[in-house]
């Protein structure tokens, strides 16, 4: 005998009410229809046990209404819907923006602004931490140079190079500072996966370069800052920020920087064009 999911089966066929008004050959071709879809996801949950090879990622794509390299804050990928925003202040500060825009990695920056904390890394290494990822609510793809691009008028040299260079170093074990190739992309980028030709040569450089440890301290901080029951609030880096991070008068976005527009995007997520 079959087992199956009656509760599901319901839900499938639209509710009790709508089984009732269901005749028994109809529900027999729902039931079979049921049986059909039910096996083919879990053939597919089998299959996501176990990380995608490259190949097998691509031909998700056109399975998607949207593509992977959308910004976390532009698209509900639960299946919902995306929230009405809460207005920023008229002359926004970073940390309005931590709270009310780039919220969507904000929790995982600052936790691992914590960890390089107690650490006890440079302070310049916490504010990279703390910054490093916040481009990832308006685009995913090329992050760190989308994160480094933001922040580059109001902060050091160096922490540019940080949050510029992270991402590309997460590919990159080290051994010495214990960083080791993350699992989780063997499940996001595939099993067989190798970084393209010119991440190769950013590697190359960037390992040679007299600020090699800044963005690989930054990548020791990534892989231990994602539990979820841990919260972190953005007054607790007030110091750090204020040290670290010029901030304009006029308020980000409306200060004339060549980077501005990138705030008023991160701003005003909702503009038709
Ligand atoms: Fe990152
Ligand atoms: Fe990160």
């Known amino acids: 005998m079959i087992d199956i999911d009656r509760r599901a089966f319901f839900a ?6 709508a089984v009732a008004g269901m005749s028994a050959e109809a529900r027999a071709d729902a039931l079979e229809n049921f049986l059909a879809v039910s096996t083919a996801a879990a053939a597919a949950s089998a299959v996501a046990a176990r990380a995608p090879t490259v190949a097998e990622l691509e031909a998700q794509i056109p399975t998607r209404n949207y593509r992977r390299g959308v910004g976390n804050g532009m698209v509900a990928r639960d299946g919902g819907n995306v929230a009405l925003l809460k207005p920023l202040p008229a002359k926004p500060t970073l940390a309005d923006f931590i709270r009310l825009r780039l919220h969507s990695n904000a929790e995982h920056c600052m936790q691992s602004a914590r960890q390089a904390r107690l650490k006890n890394m440079d302070e310049d290494i916490v504010f990279a931490c703390l910054v490093h990822d916040l481009s990832l609510s308006l685009m995913r793809a090329e992050h760190g140079f989308w994160s480094a691009q933001m922040f580059e008028p109001y902060v050091s040299e160096k922490v ?24 989780l992309y063997r499940t996001m980028f595939g099993t067989d996966y190798v970084p393209p030709p010119h991440q190769q040569e950013e590697y190359r450089q960037v390992r040679r370069h007299r600020w090699y440890m800044a963005p690989r301290l930054v990548t020791v901080n990534d892989l231990y800052s994602f539990e979820p029951g841990v919260k972190v609030s953005v007054d607790e880096f007030e110091d750090v920020i204020g040290r670290h991070f010029r901030q304009p008068r006029e308020g980000l976005g409306f200060d004339g920087s060549p980077v501005a527009h990138i705030w008023r995007t991160a701003a005003n997520p909702d503009s038709p064009l």
Do not use: N, S
């Not at 949050?163 to 960083?179: C, K, M, N, S, V």
């Open 160 to 183: 540019t190079f940080a949050i510029r260079h992270h991402a590309t170093l997460r590919f990159f074990p080290d051994q010495e500072t214990g960083y080791e190739y993350p699992d």
């Open 12 to 17: 499938y066929l639209g509710g009790a009410a």
